[in-house]
């Protein structure tokens, strides 16, 4: 049974427990009962331990982790409603002060069950358990908001609303406190090393979770063998790569395999689930859902052959890189287009001249067929099959272009709530069928925080900013053997050339192995190059031949160190704005 349905037994209980400052940080959660009553039985501990768990379902924690792939490189926003991306973002954000709320709300909860769990009737074991999981839980929350602010307030005890008066510590005695935290967490003999699949408290913080976590804080202080050290003992804890297949591994049936080390644990419930889903997939998805965010085409155009040559668009269709945007779209054509859709392509721009009236599929089609195979599982791309539902039953669709418009009707094209133009369309975490999802808005699969292959590849970087970069090539090729693309150092387009080199194949690595999952934005922030890999002249929201639809503009250097929310500031005055903004 999956930790959340506890979650689901505490829902009225939570209700009664949590307070609101509106608009402002809540860092009050248990207000209609007494903090001291609230510990008064192991019940009550456990749902107050369980409740800190709740926190991973708000937003800006994991639940819309969907949200800041399209800050990141590998996805885009169709809406274009945020600020962060089209470089207007102010310091009364709703992002920023979400962000902070959302994170300072768990630490408060976490700061409750610390100070008086040693008060609550538990066995020594199960009391150090708790104990050990609401640091961990702790250590989380702040290394989340130390990410992206680079210094807070540290709260380490149960504080009353009028006292959050603390000025910001520096970034590192927050990271200072994340290690200690997590250090005592893995120093408790009483919490796990990990969970077995099945296990009923599958989804708490075992000592795999807090090596790991405390070795991608080490990372973010360059105290790369200490990091290290950690990353290699996580494996050592029982975890591994997932080796059924990488489409497979983010499915409900292997969601509890070696490889996810910390996941949000969703049900279908309303409320309960995920909804990766909902804003990923398209109109015949099941449920009819919305793809609000996209695949990036600059990131499609990224991934390998599987050779692991880079893929030139030129090596397919010579000429292509050349000719206009509008023009080239002539490639994405369906075959046998009417005249009326002729016209209307020549209209857009598309160059008919090269259009095929049999074989235009195909001739595309090749563009996909030979690369990195992650992209077919991440990605729907054109001419491709997606296994969609129209209410209970399943059909089998095409990405076409032009979209044609029968959804139970030959010849079945993927419809979206954008067919006036042609995108890259999400598979990764897509409901297939009418069986996988109960209901669009909440999907039962749980979404990984921290997985094996993050180990793997942050112990690449460790060693490669060591020196040590024949070893780092050693664990990249783990996950490159996983997916099936040539292993570095096995031809001459996967030579490892030195260290600089290798970073920069580290960290294309990460990005193709966890596009669609909310990792790659606090990628790009940690090693600083959010400028260049996602606001890069020319940058923007693209259809697939690359006709853009609005461009992204970078507001500056201070978007590496987030602004304090105005409203924090406007209670707390000795709270002092990063460098670059304006209040």
Known sequence: MKLIKNICLIGVVTALLTGC???????TPYSSISSGNMWTSENLADMGVTGIYNRLLADNVAYDLYKFECFGVSADCRDRDYALTIGNITTSDGLFSG??????????R????????????????????LMAESKFLRAFFYYKLNMMYKGVPLYLEPTELDDF?????????????????????????????????????????????????????????????????????????GYALFQGGYKQLFKEANEQSDEMIFSMQCIGESGYGNSFSFRYGSRVTFGSC????????????????????????DDYIPGYNSMSASARSVYFLRDGMTDDEKTKMTDDGADLSKYLDSGNEARILAAYANRDPRLQATVITPYSQYAGANSATDYTYT??????????????????????????????????????????????????????????????????????????????NMV??????????????????????????????????????????????????????????GAGLKQIWGTIQYSYSWGGDQLYNWAIPRTEIQMNGNLKQNEGWID
């Open 480 to 537: 490159r053997a996983r997916a099936g693309i040539a292993l570095l150092n096995s031809n001459t387009y996967t030579q490892v050339t030195g260290q600089d080199n290798m970073r920069e194949r580290i960290r294309n690595e990460r990005r193709w192995e966890f596009a669609g999952e909310g990792v790659n934005f606090f990628d790009e922030m940690r090693w600083k190059t959010l400028h260049e890999s996602k606001f890069h002249e």
């Open 21 to 27: 400052r509106g608009d402002l940080m809540d860092l």
């Open 290 to 313: 919305w793809n609000t965010y996209l695949v990036s085409t600059d990131f499609v155009n990224t991934y390998e052959c599987v050779d692991g040559k880079p893929f030139d668009w």
């Open 165 to 237: 008066t603390k000025g910001r510590n520096t970034e590192a005695e927050v990271w200072n406190q994340i290690i200690t935290d997590l250090t005592d967490a893995i120093n408790t003999a009483d919490l796990p090393d990990k969970y077995a699949a099945g296990d009923a408290s599958y989804g708490r913080a075992t000592k795999g979770a807090a090596y790991a976590l405390r070795g991608k804080a080490y990372m973010w202080m360059s105290e790369w063998a200490k990091a290290e050290a950690d990353f290699r003992k996580v494996g050592d804890l």
């Open 110 to 129: 976490c700061n409750d069950a610390i100070a008086n769990l040693p008060n609550a009737p538990l066995s020594e074991s199960k009391l150090n358990r």
């Open 399 to 476: 990405l076409r272009w032009p979209y044609r418009g029968y959804d139970t009707a030959d010849p079945f094209d993927v419809k979206t709530d954008t067919n006036n133009r042609f995108y890259y369309l999400f598979r990764k975490f897509v409901a297939e069928g009418a069986s996988e999802i109960p209901n669009r808005t909440y999907s039962p699969i749980d979404i990984p925080i921290i997985r094996y292959a993050d180990v793997v590849l942050s112990l690449a970087e460790c060693l490669n900013e060591q020196g040590k970069t024949d070893e780092a090539v050693q664990w990249v």
């Open 99 to 108: 962000y902070w709320s959302a994170h300072y709300e768990g630490i408060s």
